[in-house]
């Protein structure tokens, strides 16, 4: 397992039914984007990198060569798809392994 996962947690991470590994990264404010370090480690470990922000973030300050989706308390809408990279095979084997504990382990606490 790649060593960044023992210490870094994206906002989301989701699964395409093509498999394709998708993560978002919330950014609440300018100073939010401003002072993440860890968001370009992420794209090492994903197919697509999105950011998701709030309308008062201005746009033109998020990375181009990502994709963008402007949310709120009520739904969300994609501004910019996300330009597709694709990963090695043992990062994907290593983040589909730690997806499929992350949903195991949350379903084990439900049932029990």
């Not at 978002?24 to 950011?51: A, T």
Request: with cysteine.
């Amino acid at each position: 397992m790649a060593a960044w996962l023992l210490n870094r947690r994206a906002d989301l991470v989701a699964l395409g039914p093509d498999g394709t590994i998708l993560i978002i990264e919330i950014k609440s404010s300018i100073e939010d984007f401003r002072v993440d370090q860890k968001w370009p480690d992420y794209r090492l470990h994903c197919d697509r990198l999105y950011f998701a922000i709030p309308e008062h973030v201005p746009v033109e300050i998020m990375p181009e060569d990502a994709g963008l989706i402007l949310a709120d308390a009520y739904g969300a809408a994609v501004l910019r798809d996300a330009p597709e990279h694709k990963m090695p095979a043992a990062t994907r084997k290593a983040m589909l392994v730690r997806l499929a504990r992350a949903a195991a382990d949350r379903l084990h606490r439900l049932a029990d």
